[in-house]
């Protein structure tokens, strides 16, 4: 029997190999943030940024680990949600989820209206609205057709990126301009960590298609440093070049600051070439984004976590396709009504804890069951929680009243299927 023919009729098929795996990691993380988060970097620490982002990889490093070994052990859609289920208790994994699936809707709304404002600030909407509608059909056909786009949309970003640092190279960068690593502090230091974390933070969408990869044992381990170390090593190169070409002040106060690189080096075609990357980064980005939600709602959903029909699946092309277009609907909502500005701080925070919940999951692991030594998992875990409180105090707060929010949905829930009397057998 084949593979596929082995899996459950009510669950997804494993159609991705290990390359497939990557790219959609590094369609995750080599996204928007690049684009985006120098700046207010910058801002936080000037050319202490560097240090930032070492801070930013460690913690990652750490949380890859956890959740690489963990997706071996458990090959099942959901990620942290499932892990933590298994390891912490039902509460911790459902708050994972809950924290997941609400932070990253309000990511998802992000990206989409950031691909908007790089196309035509006059049409941010409209636009957005487009872009979930078309990703989301792709969605739809298939993850293979997900994981094709994803890497044209890398593709495009690299070479945009290629752009960005020949230009950086050509207008005659110095170490001068970097200026002071320690200007900003150590709460500079951190915060800009923390803004250079979420840049990272996609690898999580590997593990989520835990049901969906061939051999999730060996693909998943696989993936996520391979995808994390690539990554790296491009946010490292872009962020050298940026800063000894155009310095931290330049970077911190503009809006598109990769553009200011692309200037610096006299090229007057590459400013529009680094749009298009930036618009087509976010498309990356809100593709994997509503893959791995999509994902974690159909895990929750056959859980009875949540509403049961959120677990269907389609059943020719094997996806989630309720989960799918219920995500995309709430999305969509998000775009055309609220100011993302404010709900990306605590989207932020629920990413945290969501990263928390897993190194505290990989923490339990018994020798046999690990991969990595378990100080890793405790590194990653008190990282997270430095980062976390690094956050705007309006973001730390939004953030917890929405798990004590998850908290109380979790018990209602629980007190309600307690009192359902089950059915005879």
Not at 39 to 59: D, E, H, M, S
Not at 102 to 118: N, V
Not at 151 to 167: C, E, N
Not at 171 to 191: A, F, K, R
């Amino acid at each position: 029997m084949t593979r596929d023919a082995q899996q459950p009729a009510t669950r997804l098929a494993r159609r991705l190999d290990t390359g497939d795996a990557v790219v959609i990691g590094l369609g995750s993380m080599i996204g928007a943030g690049v684009f985006a988060a120098v700046g207010p970097a910058a801002a936080a620490a000037g050319g202490g940024l560097l240090i930032g982002l070492g801070l930013a990889a460690v913690v990652a490093y750490c949380n890859a680990t956890s959740s690489a070994q963990l997706a071996a052990l458990y090959p099942a859609s959901g990620g942290t949600y499932v892990y933590g289920r298994r390891r912490l208790g039902h509460l911790w994994g459902f708050l994972a989820g809950w924290g997941f699936v609400i932070g990253k809707t309000a990511s998802c709304a992000a990206m989409a209206l950031t691909f908007g404002s790089y196309v035509d600030a006059d049409l941010t909407r409209p636009l957005g609205v487009g872009a979930v509608v078309a990703l989301t059909t792709v969605n739809l056909f298939g993850v293979q057709k997900t994981a094709w786009l994803t890497r044209v949309i890398v593709a495009v970003v690299l070479a945009s990126l290629a752009v960005v640092v020949t230009a950086g190279l050509g207008s005659s960068p110095s170490t001068s301009n970097v200026g002071p690593l320690l200007d900003g502090g150590l709460h500079g230091i951190l915060q800009a960590g923390a803004l250079l974390f979420f840049a990272f933070a996609g690898y999580a969408r590997i593990a989520t298609l835990g049901e969906e990869v061939r051999d999730p044992a060996r693909t998943i381990p696989t993936a996520i440093p391979i995808a994390l170390g690539i990554t790296l090593v491009v946010y490292a190169t872009v962020a050298v070049v940026a800063l000894c070409a155009v310095g931290p002040d330049a970077l911190a106060t503009s809006s598109a600051p990769l553009t200011e690189v692309a200037a610096a080096g006299g090229w007057s075609w590459a400013v529009p070439v680094v749009r298009v990357g930036a618009a087509v980064a976010s498309l990356g980005v809100l593709l994997s984004l509503l893959v791995g939600v999509s994902r974690t709602t159909f895990a929750m959903a056959s859980e009875s976590d949540l509403p049961r029909w959120l677990g269907a699946v389609h059943p020719t092309r094997k996806v989630p396709h309720r989960a799918e277009l219920t995500i995309a609907a709430v999305v969509i909502v998000v775009v055309l009504v609220a100011d993302l500005r404010g709900a990306i701080g605590f989207s932020s925070f629920a990413v945290l804890f969501y990263y928390a919940v897993a190194n505290a999951s990989a923490f339990t692991l018994d020798r046999d069951e690990r991969r990595w030594p378990r100080p890793l998992a405790a590194l990653g875990l008190i990282g997270c929680a430095a980062l976390a409180v690094t956050l705007p105090a309006s973001s730390v707060i939004g953030g917890t009243v929405l798990l004590a929010c998850g908290a109380v949905v979790f018990l209602v829930r629980h007190i309600a299927r307690r009192r359902t009397p089950r059915s005879a057998p």
